[in-house]
């Protein structure tokens, strides 16, 4: 399970939205749909997320019905602060949204549908582990209105899974693939990089396997160890090593020249598509701070500025919705020095970058520095753009500091 919630203010038992927020009926929308539930708990996670055997009192077979509830819920609130719009993106993550049948997942996409509404090609995704996609499965999904399948590939390396307490069999990636392709879904597939014990060649390995998919999409995320879950106590106990920053750098070196000479271009610092129409548009949203409710339990959701947050157990969610109160546990608006530093963190991972006329004036005067060494493309300032390098990328977190202090 995740880490305790943000401290913020109470949030109202109706869900109701300030007054005052200054909402753009013309601004885009996006839905993000948790699904909290795994099989088993991956090592290195710290998602919201519970096995069987922590539900205690929540039915996996009574999700849909009680975040559909919610949507109900959003859909009075944003209608009465006249901010109801069409959904631009839609995402069901988790946990294992597959682990729900799939005409559960139809069912509050097609509820999410009829209360909000899709734009014009709207992006739909579905997060899935391999083991969990079969052609039925993909097909419903299609039939419903998925647009694209997002799959849980991590490594093609037995030891690495076995690392990562991943439970798929790597050849189940190809059939999942296989089967979204036939269905006509987009695919996506996710990597990790820097599990205890896997080498350069491992990763090498991963990325072959990957590339052999053929798919529009691929992400490669570095393996962080959170606070609280069991690789973070198994390194602390010597049982397995930390990452390796170094080998982590070779790693995405590697990757990004490897995914370069494919056809694949980084659009941020993790994810890399095939062409511009093939980026998430969902994750873009986040990025670039656009509205965004977020469904299910510990879910968190952005309207103009203004934050919250569900509670985090599923039983505790459906208890505050069959009670017809709102789920959110708390909410917040930052201040101005706080959505700035946030935006300049967002902004400068994907490839556009910031423009330097949104920095502070004392802080433009920084980007020469950074250019100097070697961490902002020159040509891009030039245009008025601060964006990374590669070598910006692996220290894209001093580049925000530099910025930002």
Known sequence: ?????????????????PSDLAIDPAAPFSAYLHVPFCRVRCGYCDF??????ELRGAKQEDYASTLITEIDLAKRVLADAGALRPMDTVFFGGGTPTLLPAGDLARMLGAATDAFGLTDGAEVTVEANPDTVTPEVARTLADAGVTRLSIGMQS????????????????????????????????????????????LADWEASLDAALALESDHISAYALIIEDGTKLARQIRRGEVPAPDDDLQADIYELADARLAAAGFDWYEISNWSRTVEQRSRHNLAYWRGSDWW????GAHS???????????????????????????????RPDAKSRTLERILLLSRIREGIAVADLQPDKRTRVAGLIADGLVDPAAAVRGRVQLTLRGRLLADAVVRELTD
């Open 294 to 297: 977020g469904f299910g339990p």
């Open 1 to 17: 399970m995740a880490g305790p919630l943000p401290v913020g203010d109470p949030a109202p038992a109706d869900g109701r939205l």
């Open 156 to 199: 093609a390396v037995p030891h690495v899974l076995a690392a990562l307490d991943r439970t798929h069999r790597p050849e189940n990636v190809t059939t999942a693939v296989a089967a979204a392709k036939d269905a006509g879904l987009a695919v996506s597939v996710d990597l990790i990089y820097g599990a205890p014990g896997e080498s």
């Open 48 to 53: 919201n997320t519970y096995t069987s055997g």
């Open 302 to 332: 952005h309207v103009a500025g203004l934050r919250w947050w569900n509670v985090k157990h599923p039983a505790a969610y459906a208890q505050r919705l069959a009670a017809e109160e709102s789920p959110a546990a708390g909410t917040e």
